[in-house]
């Protein structure tokens, strides 16, 4: 038993011994590095075997033991010798290289080669291409031909889709409202003009609305109750000598005024309620549904090959005016918006057919930015149209060749308008096309364009 004791005592104490080694050797990995480490290992081990020698008992009166236990101490003390020098570091351009192992020495015997240097493999060289560094003109042609060209078999199926409703909805008018002398419908928007056409997925239906120019007249826009010369009133005149009822226009009369609001509301009543769409999206292979939370007069269209949003816009032709009934929010329900839409296609179509330019190249790039840009799409259509026409007055070269130029032109012009906050129109100069956006929206689009005037890329990633 007391032996058992010591020698589970001499295991206790060994143990604790080799939890404090090897303690220390993973902490000198840390601080000395994998090949510090090996040298302090090889150290305490020699340190750890004369430590053991030195407590055990010696087999007394036999020289043999005595001589092999001196042998093993001076062989021990020679190898903390050897380990007391930190081998030279070798350099490595790579860390992921291997150390160098020693060279063996040669076996008795053995001859020694000399060594032939042979000469490292040769690198197969690799011949640099030219880094593809695209001009801002090869950019933007690359950009109008990748991202703004509508698919042929959509282009051509939304026109023949939209026309098919427009001769049934005015079919449909003729039998329903024979007093009403509506004239006869046709399409318009940049789908068919050529101007900003993103996707064939818009198509504007106009209704005209046929008055008597003896009955009715124009009041200019300055002269209504908001003050906007863009916006416009037609009148009901002498009533004294043509009571009302005289026009057939007259049951949409409010004050003495043509309501916009009260013939959109009489034709989204017979759009929702009075119209069979499902027959005849059924005739024409597609389906129709009216857009019931929209203040235009919305119809949605889907087919297998497209969908298509085609929106109905009254619209009256007095005195070389082109007005719509599209009111402002509000209050206010007898107002007509001057539209300047085909005078700004057949201004730009003529400036370009006059000098070949690339104004409509031009437009189509801006307007494809903009209406799929969350900061700018407010700034598609026909503030971009008025932006172009003005500089037409000033640059003259519009040559494809210097489409680049132009583009970054009319990025700094469109910055100096959105400073001002003023956009005056082309055909109207008392009429600001940014009156009805708010500071807010004026500021972003400026910052946003006024980055793209330095790096006109931005605005040429996808969405």
């Known amino acids: 038993m007391a032996e058992f004791t010591r020698q589970r005592g001499k295991r206790q104490e060994d143990g604790g011994l080799g939890s404090v080694l090897d303690l220390l050797l993973a902490n000198a990995r840390l601080v000395l590095g994998v090949s ?22 010696r087999d007394e009166g036999d020289p043999k033991a005595e001589q092999k236990t001196l042998e093993e101490s001076w062989q021990d003390l020679a190898l903390i010798k050897a380990t007391s020098k930190p081998p030279k570091k070798q350099r490595r351009e790579d860390l992921s290289e291997p150390l160098l192992s020693p060279a063996r020495p040669p076996a008795p015997g053995e001859a020694c080669k000399p060594k032939v240097c042979s000469a490292p493999p040769e690198t197969p060289r690799v011949e640099s291409s030219p880094l593809c560094c695209l001009t801002l003109q090869e950019k933007l042609l690359s950009h109008y031909s990748s991202q703004l060209a509508v698919p042929e078999v959509q282009a051509s199926l939304a026109p023949q889709l939209a026309r098919s409703i427009c001769a049934q909805l005015q079919n449909f008018l003729r039998s329903k409202c024979p007093e009403l002398p509506f004239g006869s419908l046709f399409l318009s928007g940049p789908l068919l003009d050529g101007l900003g056409a993103l996707a064939a997925d818009h198509v504007n239906l106009m209704l005209p609305v046929v008055l008597d120019a003896a009955l009715w007249n124009l009041i200019p826009g300055e002269d209504t109750v908001v003050r906007n010369p863009q916006y416009w009133m037609i009148k009901r005149t002498d009533l004294e000598y043509f009571p009302r009822g005289r026009s057939p226009w007259d049951r949409f ?13 009489t034709l989204r009543k017979m759009l929702v309620a009075s119209i069979n769409w499902p027959a005849i999206g059924s005739l024409l292979g597609c389906v ?16 297998d090959q497209v ?20 009111p402002p929010e509000g209050l206010v329900e007898n ?17 370009d057919a006059g000098d070949s330019g690339a104004r409509q190249h031009c437009l189509r790039i801006l307007n494809g930015i903009c209406k799929s840009h969350p900061a700018l ?17 000033t640059s003259s070269d519009w040559a494809e060749e210097s489409l680049a130029d132009r583009f970054q032109q009319v990025l700094e012009e469109l910055v100096s308008y959105l400073e001002e906050g003023v956009l005056p129109s082309y055909f109207n100069h008392k009429i600001n096309l940014f009156c009805e956006l708010l500071e807010e929206e004026i500021d972003e689009m400026g910052f946003m364009v006024y980055r793209a005037i330095s790096e006109p890329e931005l605005l040429l990633k996808e969405k």
């Open 288 to 303: 129709i549904h009216p857009v019931m939370a929209s203040q235009e007069l919305k119809l949605e269209v889907k087919h």
């Open 377 to 393: 799409h407010k700034l598609s259509g026909s503030p971009l149209t008025h932006v172009v026409l003005h500089l037409s007055a």
């Open 253 to 265: 009369i409010v004050g003495r005024y043509l309501s916009s609001n009260a013939l959109n509301e």
């Open 36 to 57: 510090g480490a090996a040298v302090l290992a090889v150290a305490t081990l020699a340190v750890k075997r004369l430590i053991d020698r030195a407590t055990s008992p």
């Open 335 to 351: 107002l007509w918006l001057e539209s300047f839409y085909r005078a700004e296609v057949s201004k730009v179509k003529e400036l």
């Open 307 to 326: 969908e298509l949003s085609i929106t109905l816009f009254p619209v009256v032709e007095m005195e070389d005016k082109v007005l719509l009934a599209a």
